[in-house]
């Protein structure tokens, strides 16, 4: 019932952006070169906040708990600029929403919050305003992560400001590994060679999984070996590049680690995997720095027993570690926003919410800990240095350090849905043992390249 | 004094007649029993008998194991729920902790959720059985143009999965401004394709025409008419069309997932979905899993006596009909 629900919204969404690409290509478009044109600088910026006239904003967001307090402390400090601000929901349904009242060109509010994965599709459908203004990358650009700043670019524009940042960890059971004298392992190598002696030791263990519901945990691995699977030049133009040396040694060792033993694959979040995890079946989680959080309210009987480390380096040493991403979110400003004043108090407000020391602190006292894509978050000390009670750990440290090391030659597909959905079809059926990744990987490809071209984007496969 | 005197006499009749009435009984019981062993199974009988007792205990079960899990779950913790045997207790139970959890979490938006659903059930359930009712009586009874059209109309509006136009309902909504209030979410319900041809159905074979003439020959009004005959001997008719028109707007997942956009305004289904999606949510803290289950249990009790509550009227409707015309 869920995934053919899914598979109607998908229907749905695809649908809608064919409409609104076809309109792009007739002339209707807004934002673009248009945008950039009359985008607000960072003086209207400036003003928007001393300024005393009203203005009234719309919000949708889904981590609406986390927000409310950043929120209410922005109007307490700058009463002129009201926040209407609605809780859509898990962001499933947020972007339902969102596309919905696209397509009605009605009902959008100025703000929606985004997750970088979602952020180049609503860009091309012309339904963001481009913040590209003079002094902005200068000044907001600086407040912000690298990564995470590029990851709110698309081509030239600038579609929103980085909320937080999901850089990959890993997290191991630490009392399996002593049972069985196995160190962290640092690299994928030393991984492999733990997952055998694990599996070994005793076949109902696995060192680890990999994610078949959906394409998460193998996208962040192209992300963090550097492979460089598509390449998204400007609104319009994509490479696809999934057969390179790089994106086949990801696959071809992700399929031998399956073979031998050291992965499971099975889809996470069902009821049986969870079971599987308390029973200790897996020995250690790969995913987005989130993911550490949820574990002190999801398998509060772990606690001593799980320890955070940086994810295994594709290199061979430790040092040379890249690091992908698993999420992350950010918030844009929508042509919704249709006057200048707006949008300059829109951008005003979101760049407070997501970078200003007061709501970086809100963020951390509500129900844990916000990982936060400003630098006034990573780089302070007093966040680093929190003792974590459940992993009894300095987690942080950790994940501030896997925030430095994420790849920023990354690009993020404009149709990151279609992608999911055709990665379900095609190569998820081969993560099992014998199956053959490396060659799904190419009819992936292929997939995406049709897709992409009846979608107007100018495809050309390597 | 004389009513005293009266009494035990009264009361010893009342005895004698019961006995009788007693062994009356006894008496055609033991007859039944002769008859029955009279009418012996043959093998092939027996062993039809016997696998279809089986087929039904499956049956059963299969529809019982999910809800007893359900409140099994119910009475765990979060470790407990993936510590435990499914279908058994764990060693804690706080199954009154969830409950209270379950109405205190976010804020308090579980109960705002109850009373969402049970405000969109109402009004959706009885609104549109009742116009049901009134349609399938007015086609079952009356001559009027275009009255074939609407019977086809209706059946070829069955046939349509309501998930198909609820998009393209959204935008008319949209620009009608109707979209995040509760209207968006009633409104469609009102019309109930399937329960309108129940209806009509329903209202061709108990509603006699010479019932009807006979009323309007005495000068009752349609409208009284309706009420004082036609409306009582479609009561059966009408409790079943409002069950099913109660059980489908509670369980309705899509039409409130497209229509509302606050989540305060959510009924339970797409409430408890956001608890369960929340954990792919990357800016969340929480899996309340324990939670979401407790809170699944709560939802199908008001469901369940509903059914209890509506079976009587059920019963008596379908007794009431069966007197001879």
């Known amino acids: 019932m869920s995934t053919k629900m899914k598979a109607i919204v998908a229907a749905a969404s695809a649908a809608a952006m064919a409409l609104t690409l076809g309109a792009c290509g007739s002339g209707n478009g807004n934002g673009g070169a248009a945008g950039a044109k009359t985008a607000v600088s960072y003086s209207d910026v400036e003003a928007a906040l001393k300024s005393d006239k009203d203005i009234n904003l719309t919000m949708w967001a889904w981590s609406y708990d986390t927000m409310k307090p950043s929120v209410e402390a922005f109007e307490k400090k700058y009463p002129h600029i009201k926040v209407d601000f609605v809780s859509t929901g898990a962001s499933a349904d947020h972007y339902t929403k969102v596309q919905n009242a696209i397509k009605a060109k009605k009902g959008l509010p100025d703000i929606i919050q985004l997750e970088y994965d979602a952020l180049p599709q609503y860009a091309v459908q012309g339904a963001l305003v481009n913040l590209a203004g003079d002094g902005i990358d200068e000044n907001i650009g600086k407040l912000y992560n690298d990564a995470a700043w590029k990851n709110v670019h698309v081509g030239d524009g600038l579609y929103g400001i980085p909320q937080d940042q999901a850089p990959v960890a ?76 790089k994106s086949k040694k990801v696959a071809e060792f992700t399929q031998r680690l399956i073979d031998e033993g050291v992965l499971a694959a099975v889809p996470s979040g069902t009821d049986e995997f969870n079971r599987a995890f308390a029973d200790g079946k897996y020995a250690s989680w790969i995913d987005g720095s989130w993911r550490g959080g949820l574990f002190a309210t999801g398998n509060p009987e772990l606690k001593g027993k799980l320890a955070a480390a940086l994810p295994p380096s594709w290199g061979s040493s430790a040092d040379d570690v890249q690091v992908g991403e698993a999420g992350g979110s950010l918030l844009s400003v929508t042509t919704t926003a249709d006057t200048k004043e707006k949008q300059a108090a829109a951008l005003a407000f979101i760049n407070w919410v997501n970078s200003d020391p007061e709501s970086i602190d809100a963020f951390q006292t509500v129900g844990g800990s916000l990982f936060c894509a400003a630098k006034s978050f990573q780089s302070d000390s007093k966040y680093a240095e929190v003792d974590d009670a459940y992993f009894g750990q300095k987690v942080n440290e950790i994940y501030f350090k896997a925030a430095e090391k994420i790849n920023t030659n990354w690009s993020i597909l404009p149709y990151n849905n279609q992608m999911d959905s055709d990665f379900k079809d095609i190569v998820v059926p081969q993560m099992k043992e014998g199956g053959d990744i490396s060659s799904a990987l190419a009819k992936f490809q292929d997939k995406l390249k049709t897709y992409g071209t009846e979608q107007g984007f100018n495809v050309t496969a390597k | 004094m004389s009513a005293a005197t009266v009494s035990p006499r009264k009361a010893s009749r009342e005895e004698k007649l019961a006995k009788q009435d007693w062994k009356n009984r006894q008496r055609n019981m033991r007859r039944a029993e002769k008859a029955a062993q009279r009418l012996k199974l043959t093998g092939r009988q027996r062993v039809m008998s016997w696998l279809l007792h089986i087929i039904m205990a499956v049956m059963v079960i299969y529809c019982l194991v999910p809800l007893l899990w359900l409140v099994f779950s119910s009475t765990k913790t979060n470790s407990g729920l993936y510590n435990s045997p499914g279908l058994w207790f764990a060693d804690q139970n706080v199954f009154f902790q969830n409950i209270h959890d379950t109405f205190t979490f976010k804020d308090g938006v579980y109960p705002r959720w109850l009373l969402n659903t049970i405000l969109y059930a109402v009004a959706a359930g009885l609104g549109s059985t009742l116009i049901a009712t009134f349609a399938g009586y007015a086609v079952a009874t009356m001559r009027f143009p275009g009255r074939n059209w609407l019977l086809w109309i209706t059946l070829a509006f069955m046939s349509i999965p309501g998930t198909v136009i609820t998009v393209p309902l959204f935008l008319m909504y949209s620009q009608a401004g109707l979209v995040s209030t509760p209207w968006a979410v009633i409104l469609p319900q009102l019309s109930n394709p399937f329960g309108l041809y129940l209806m009509i159905i329903y209202a061709q074979t108990s509603i006699p025409i010479s019932l009807l003439e006979a009323a309007k020959l005495d000068g009752a009004s349609q409208w009284t008419i309706f009420w004082k005959i036609g409306f009582p001997l479609l009561s059966p008719g009408f409790v079943t069309v409002l069950l099913f028109a109660l059980v489908g707007v509670w369980n309705n997942y899509f039409l409130p997932l497209i229509m509302l956009q606050d989540t305060k305004d959510y009924p339970l289904t797409v409430g408890l979905n956001v608890w369960l999606k929340m954990g792919s949510d990357t800016s969340v803290k929480e899996l309340p899993n324990n939670l979401i289950l407790t809170g699944s249990l709560i939802a199908i009790v008001p469901l369940i006596i509903c059914f209890l509550f509506l079976q009587k009227y059920w019963q008596s409707g379908l007794a009431a009909g069966s007197v001879k015309q």
């Open chain 1, 170 to 245: 890993a997290w191991y059971r630490t009392d399996i590994l002593k049972q069985y004298g196995i160190e962290i392992p640092t690299t994928w190598d030393e991984y492999e060679q733990a997952g055998i002696k694990l599996h070994k030791a005793d076949p109902t263990k696995y060192l680890g999984f990999i994610d078949t519901s959906g394409n998460r945990q193998f996208i962040q691995m192209l992300h963090a070996a550097d492979a460089t699977p598509w390449t998204v030049d400007g609104l319009k133009d994509i490479t696809l590049n999934l057969t390179n040396d």
